[in-house]
């Protein structure tokens, strides 16, 4: 089994839903993280949490939400969604401390029409 | 915004031959870190440099770093077709609780 599972693989929706993307991780790390990846441009960090009681925006945080049910889950929302919010969306964990590599689950292809 | 600027874009070379992409950055550093993405799934960590390493080296990965340029080369050797994927390098500083800030990533086509 993967270590960080994202659901849904894909998601195809209309403009003006609320969207919840899931993520959950077995690595026992306490930092989380979603970004959003759209081509030419890399990763773009959205949210992040350090652990259950703490959430931090990222760079692009507009138009979304968290939430971080445990140390295992944290969820992306878009309350209303637009269409250029159509991208790929991953999610990533890591242990604590410097230097400490990031694990990415496969993404969720969300397009939004 | 993004710290990291990888060079080239794409890149397409033969089974067996070099693959070498550079990756520069803005700002101070902590750590650089080398990330592959094969297509339709997430980044995978390669190798990570320190800022007071110069050069690092894994199985068929080699990495260098100037911090005076603020910048890095990310080598493979003797290439497979394995290795067609997009590299992405990330940096990371203290200030910035360590959180990764992304390069927009090398293609890298090898073909048979």
């Known amino acids: 089994d993967a270590d960080v599972t994202q659901t849904p693989r894909n998601r195809i929706t209309k403009t003006g839903k609320r969207i919840m993307l899931e993520c959950s991780q077995t690595?026992?790390?306490?930092?989380m993280y979603w970004y959003r990846q759209d081509p030419g441009l890399g990763l773009r960090l959205i949210y992040y949490?350090?652990?259950?009681?703490?959430?931090n925006k990222g760079e692009i945080s507009d138009g979304y939400s968290v939430s971080r049910q445990a140390q295992a889950k944290f969820s992306l929302s878009l309350e209303s969604a637009i269409p250029n919010q159509t991208a790929l969306y991953f999610c990533?964990?890591?242990?604590?401390?410097?230097?400490?590599?990031?694990?990415f689950g496969d993404g969720t292809r969300l397009s939004i029409l | 915004s993004q710290q990291g600027e990888e060079d080239p874009q794409a890149l397409s070379i033969q089974e067996g031959e070099n693959a070498t992409m550079n990756c520069s950055y803005k700002?101070?550093?902590?750590?650089l870190q080398w990330y592959r993405q094969n297509s339709g799934r997430g980044l995978v960590h390669l190798i990570l440099?320190?800022?007071?390493?110069r050069e690092k080296h894994s199985g068929r990965l080699r990495v260098t770093l100037d911090t005076s340029k603020k910048s890095s080369s990310l080598l493979i050797t003797a290439s497979r077709a394995a290795d067609t994927a997009s590299y992405f390098c990330?940096?990371?500083?203290?200030?910035?609780?360590?959180?990764?800030?992304f390069g927009a990533g090398t293609t890298v086509t090898v073909r048979a």
């Open positions: 990533a964990t890591s242990d604590y401390g410097e230097g400490q590599p990031q694990h």
């Open positions: 690595k026992g790390h306490d930092r």
């Open positions: 949490s350090f652990d259950v009681k703490d959430i």
């Open positions: 700002t101070s550093i902590n750590n």
């Open positions: 440099i320190r800022s007071n390493e």
């Open positions: 990330a940096t990371a500083f203290y200030s910035n609780d360590y959180k990764l800030s």
